[in-house]
């Protein structure tokens, strides 16, 4: 019968029941999962069941972590992304975020720039920790996606981007997010993207701030290569903060349409 070990299936005996499974592949597992429900006492099985082993605290191996990634994706899917390198130009509330959602998606490369250090006013909305206040953000960051995804290559920039620099440091990058918060710096990285990086989409932001509804936040695109997520208006200022559920909303829909675009669905127009 098949059965599904760690998503992998396997051709096992009828009579194998779930310690044999256990203690065939995997006997030093604690958690013993079968189609989705942990299980602590001996089971038989049925041809197409699941079951999962884990040991606490033991990263799966790159194998493993494939196989694992890969099974919640489309067919095809993982294929593509795990070849995919992303650039993403500042990490605070939405560089952090979509790079952690990227991270989840097993995408293969990530470029960070970021001169900033963490600061406590920072955890409100971006993807750090009390423990990291005045580690670099790069160097943070790079800490955190390593914990969610061991296996994902990543270069870190601690400098100041510029028109001159950015060609040479997302040299590589299929599609540079753009996370600033300075009007002129968006700006600035958005052309010199789609004028130094002839291959690049650039995916910026405009209009995130407050606490206003969320589906006003949508995608808009510029020009073949370029789109711009938010709501185009509404900037950080004076009771106008900028807060974790809408920053968040901004930040999940750039890492969709980066997703998007690495799959082709949004080719050049």
């Known amino acids: 019968m098949m059965i599904k070990i760690n998503e ?4 096992l005996p009828e009579s194998w029941t779930l310690f044999d499974i256990h203690k065939e592949f995997k006997p030093d597992a604690d958690l013993l999962i079968v189609n989705g429900f942990p299980v602590r006492e001996n089971c038989t099985l049925r041809a197409g069941d699941g079951v999962v082993l884990i040991r606490r605290g033991e990263a799966p ?5 494939e196989a694992l990634v890969t099974a919640r994706h489309t067919p095809g899917v993982h294929e593509k992304i795990k070849q995919a390198s992303v650039g993403i130009a500042g990490l605070g509330g939405l560089g952090s975020s979509v790079a952690v959602a990227l991270a989840r998606l097993g995408v293969g490369e990530m470029i960070l720039s970021d001169y900033d250090v963490v600061e406590p006013s920072n955890l409100n909305r971006q993807q750090y920790f009390t423990d990291q206040i005045g580690m670099s953000k790069v160097e943070a ?3 955190n996606l390593k914990r969610i995804n061991p296996y994902i290559r990543i ?3 601690e400098v100041r981007l510029t028109a001159e620099n950015i060609p040479g440091i997302f040299k590589r ?3 540079v997010v753009e996370a600033f ?3 002129d710096a968006k700006a600035m990285l958005c052309n010199t993207v789609l004028s ?3 291959d690049a989409f650039v995916v910026g932001v405009s209009g995130l701030a407050g606490y206003g509804p969320s589906e006003e936040i949508r995608i808009r695109r510029f020009s073949g290569r370029c789109f711009m997520v938010g709501d185009g208006e509404t900037a950080a200022g004076p009771g106008v903060g900028l807060m974790s559920p809408r920053v968040g909303v901004a930040a999940h829909h750039q890492a969709s349409l980066v997703l998007r675009i690495l799959l082709g669905e949004e080719g050049e127009k």
């Open 155 to 157: 270069t870190g920039h």
């Open 61 to 65: 191996s790159a194998e493993e972590f």
């Open 141 to 143: 960051l790079t800490l």
């Open 173 to 175: 990058a299929g599609v």
């Open 196 to 198: 130094r990086l002839p």
């Open 181 to 183: 918060d300075a009007p």
């Open 8 to 11: 992998r299936y396997h051709d």
